[in-house]
């Protein structure tokens, strides 16, 4: 087995496999038809196929001379693996991917198998890799609802001006119990949130239906949701309510002003959420069907 080189057209495996690098524009065909239906509500064609666009680490497994599937395969990275039928040996085949993938990977770093399906997990985990995190998408019709709240709370459009406080908010409601989780937690929501001002905030119509609460008493921000695009139609960006402020209705009642806003252009919206999460009863009491679950794992470094 050789080293990973951008430049290499094909890897020898064992047992008389192999990987040959394919032709992104073929590739992505044969990974939308055979890549486990359709988790994320995809609604065209167009967008199952973008999801690979140029992509240069599409490889296609081969047995012998035959195609037996597909992989997206770098250094420390490891996604959409697929089989052809009637070939089913992803053990197999899984087994053989891991052991190139560890030769080539740095082992200062973790390695990462990115939207695994239910049907794969195990696979995974008997040959190490751990979960990491399991999510599944959400979806329902936007609808008109009547979203009333509490006249101490102020609506207030969001804008670049209020992301820091609207960080605050995203923070407050997800704080763990140690020091470092928190800092960290803190950067990935001030990241995000400078990410949604900098790329959404001229979606008028997403904008108008994000809803950013304040404390007219306190002057204390409360609750914000927002919302972005994806794929282009409505996606529920983020959704949070400090901690003092939780169980008045407030999370249900963005969500029923969002998906009535989004109804004077869009026929439905989508969220995800991290598999138990107690939003997702809020989300399936409100009419969120979901779909597949996909997990993230990881081989852990060293």
Known sequence: MEKFDNEMKAYVLEGDYSIKRADASEFRIWYTVYKNSNPYYRFDWEHHLKVIGDNSICFWIMHGAVRIGGVLMQPNCISGLYLIPPYSDISKVLDILTKLLRQWSDKNKAILAYGVMPNQIEHYQRLGYQVLEVRRCMIRPTETFDAVFDDRFELVQPKAEYAEAIADILIEANKSGTKTNNEALAAEHKGNTAFYFENYSDLELHIK??????????????????????????????????????????????????????????????????????????????????????????????
């Open 209 to 302: 239906a994000s809803t950013f609460l304040v404390d007219k008493k306190t002057n204390k921000a409360a609750g914000v949701c927002l919302i972005s695009s994806w794929e282009d139609w409505p996606l529920v960006y983020d959704i949070a309510v400090c901690p003092e402020y939780q169980k008045m209705g407030l999370a249900e009642n963005m969500l029923k002003r969002a998906i009535s806003v989004l109804k004077e252009e869009y026929r439905v919206i989508r969220l995800f959420v991290t598999v138990g999460n107690k939003a997702q009863s809020l989300y399936h009491r409100l009419g969120f069907l979901g779909g597949a679950e996909a997990a993230d794992l990881y081989i852990p470094f060293g």
